[in-house]
């Protein structure tokens, strides 16, 4: 498996105005891309450098990303690692146990292949590998 560079980093929050006000009003980062993910979360990605900062807000209180909100807080969730063939990077992760047998891959924002590893087995950071749209 080739790690090709991070993807993005997500930062979770209850509020996007509040985290765009942060990064785009104060900072000066550009939105490229905003989306609604599976009716569950607002995404918003800005730009850095060659990877990007990933915004998400849940878009109801109870459905999963605002369990994990309630559950991790507010600030950084997860590094994103891109890959170039994930279900190549599956087979290969699934044999060295960072997977549990039954992940599967998902569908993620703009068009990506994405994927958790377990965070039990990784000192407890939380990483997705995901292969971008073409």
Not at 109 to 124: C, E, P, V
């Amino acid at each position: 498996m080739k790690i090709n560079r991070i993807a993005h980093i997500a930062v979770y929050g209850r509020e996007m105005d509040e985290l765009k006000h942060v990064f785009h009003s104060l900072l000066g980062l550009d939105v490229s891309h905003e989306e609604v993910y599976e009716d569950e979360a607002d995404l918003c990605f800005l730009p850095v450098g060659d990877t990007e900062l990933e915004l998400v807000t849940p878009t109801q209180r109870g459905n999963p990303f605002d369990r994990e909100l309630d559950e991790e807080g507010t600030g950084l969730n997860h590094i994103a690692l891109e890959v170039e063939d994930i279900a190549s990077a599956v087979e290969e992760l699934k044999s060295k146990q960072l997977l549990p047998a039954d992940a599967e891959i998902l569908p993620g924002g703009q068009g990506s292949k994405i994927i958790f590893l377990d965070s039990r087995k990784t000192a407890g950071v939380s990483i997705e590998l995901v292969e971008v749209a073409s």
